[in-house]
């Protein structure tokens, strides 16, 4: 018997009769050029399939703990005065204890608003979903502003330690070229796109490792060795309180991976397992190289500026063939350091821009993205431009105004964090605070109570020859004005919050 193909059969329902043999071999060539994926519009015009999208390379989990790593840590470094201010014990305590009271709390309101709003823009987009467009508008204008002062930092910690390497990068403009290079070449790489950014941080996260691991390996083996009796005690007016303060610096900035959520493989499983990934790692690089380090006997007075692990690790390996080979590790190290903090912030903050602008609360022409890669070409550039013009000025890393910024900013969310479960209390949560409503209002207690010692701190600050708190305070107004102006003008064309709704649908 006579079994007909799919196409001939539908051709013999359609005219009645069975087709001559000639037309059922030139269907079914037609119905395998269509499986083929090849547009069939010149043939059959009402039935043209439409051209898939190429699909752009997301960020996956162990690339997304190294890129979160660089956004809060970096490393041991910048870590001296913490040990310099409080001595081994208490600072030891201090860096085991701060996860707990500061670094957890921060990563599991993460985790929560990240798996239920994972939208670019991240902790702009879930303020503006829970508290409105003022207060999202307030959100991005503290972190933006704040990175202005912060990001000059890290080129400049790039160039201290490669300074130690060859002192002819301390003379003349030298040294501000190489930190044009670290702004340019970061730039470029984010342009690249998010894969490259993150698998960039996964091989600098083990090359700067090295180092320490080594200092962690030697030091049992060097039990006393670098004691001095006569070393003169730490004289230092940090203080525990300082040291308090430099460690929640060094712990800060859970939330800038959240501005890449729609670039996140999974988003919603990948978040939480990362924040918690990556508070454990950074934990452990603060604290293991400390303790090693005590083992030996080194006083605390050696750690008495930025840069000391470098004399430190130099005393611990001591010389082989006249050449300080830990010591030439430990600073090649610092310049990886910095150099994967700004690339891993630029990532960050860029997106700020992009999410903003398809709201309409920056012009749209900060929405364009590269057709190759998907990244927010035009924000990056606009972005590494002003901190480029940074580099020159001098500024210098003032804690306690970065925990004010970045404290209100955080307080924002913590806050949002309640609003969306009592507004939205059905709202799909891959990840959940636990206790409830109670459990969500606690959650925020300890990091705010640690915000307030640094708004008592920066009391004591002077910033631009005005008193810091006050400084702070102007820069948070000053974002109110901008937002009210812009409305005046009506610069700003705010769509409404719901308008992301259907898009977070078809993310989950």
């Not at 490669?162 to 342009?191: D, R």
């Not at 060795?225 to 940090?238: C, E, K, N, Q, Y």
């Not at 501005?259 to 924040?275: K, L, S």
């Not at 009391?459 to 102007?474: H, P």
Request: with cysteine; glycine share 10%.
């Amino acid at each position: 018997m006579y079994s007909a193909s799919a196409s001939s059969l539908f051709f013999t329902c359609d005219r009645g009769r069975s087709p001559p043999r000639r037309e059922r071999v030139s269907l079914r060539r037609t119905r395998e050029y269509k499986l083929s994926s090849v547009s069939v519009s010149a043939q059959f015009p009402s039935r043209a399939i439409p051209i898939t999208k190429k699909k752009v390379a997301k960020l996956t989990l162990w690339p997304l703990v190294a890129a979160t790593f660089f956004m809060v840590s970096g490393g041991t470094y910048g870590t001296e005065e913490i040990i310099h201010g409080a001595g081994y014990g208490q600072g030891i305590l201090i860096l085991l204890f701060l996860p707990v009271l500061w670094s957890l709390p921060t990563a599991f309101m993460i985790g929560e608003l990240s798996s239920s709003l994972p939208a670019e823009g991240g902790y702009y987009a879930w303020v503006r979903r829970g508290m409105g467009n003022f207060w999202g508008f307030q959100e991005a204008w503290l972190s933006l502003a704040a990175s202005i002062f912060d990001m000059a930092i890290y080129p400049t910690m790039f160039v201290f330690y490669l300074k130690q390497m060859s002192p002819w990068f301390g003379i003349g403009n030298h040294g501000i070229c190489a930190g044009l290079f670290v702004v340019m070449t970061c730039a470029a790489l984010n342009l690249a796109g998010i894969r490259v950014v993150g698998l960039t941080s996964l091989w600098l996260f083990f090359l700067l490792s090295a180092p320490f691991a080594l200092v962690v390996v030697l030091a049992p083996f060097k039990m006393g060795a670098l004691a001095d009796p006569h070393a003169a005690p730490a004289t230092t007016s940090l203080g525990l309180l300082g040291g308090v303060l430099v460690a929640m610096w060094n712990y800060m900035g859970w939330d800038n991976a959240s501005t890449i959520a729609q670039e996140v493989e999974r988003p919603q499983r990948t978040y939480p397992r990362a924040m918690i990934a990556a508070v454990i790692l950074v934990t452990l690089t603060y604290v293991l190289p400390f303790a090693a380090v005590y083992l030996t006997g080194a006083p605390s007075s050696l750690f008495a500026e930025d840069g000391s692990w470098a004399s430190v690790a130099g005393a611990l390996g001591g010389r082989i063939a006249g050449f300080e080979w830990l010591r030439f590790l430990v600073v090649l190290g610092g310049m990886m350091s910095a150099f994967g903090m700004f690339n891993a912030l630029v990532m960050s903050y860029s997106r700020l821009p992009l999410a903003m602008a398809r709201d309409g609360m920056l012009p749209k022409v900060f929405a364009k993205t590269s057709k190759r890669s998907d990244t927010p070409w035009l924000a990056i550039v606009v972005c590494a431009t002003c901190w480029a013009l940074c580099l020159g000025l001098g500024f210098r890393r003032l804690v306690t105004l970065d925990i004010t910024l970045y404290g209100a900013s955080l307080m924002l969310e913590f806050v949002t964090l309640v609003a969306l479960r009592i507004k939205e209390p059905q709202l799909k949560r891959g990840f959940r605070v636990p206790g409830g409503l109670t459990g969500a209002v606690l959650t925020g207690l300890f990091p705010f109570l640690l915000l307030l010692l640094a708004v008592v701190e920066s009391n004591q600050e002077s910033v631009l020859g005005m008193n810091g708190l006050f400084f702070g305070a102007l820069l948070m107004f000053a974002g109110f004005a901008v937002y009210f102006v812009s409305a005046k003008l009506n610069v700003l064309q705010a769509k409404p919050v719901t308008a992301g709704r259907t898009e977070e649908r078809e993310l989950a």
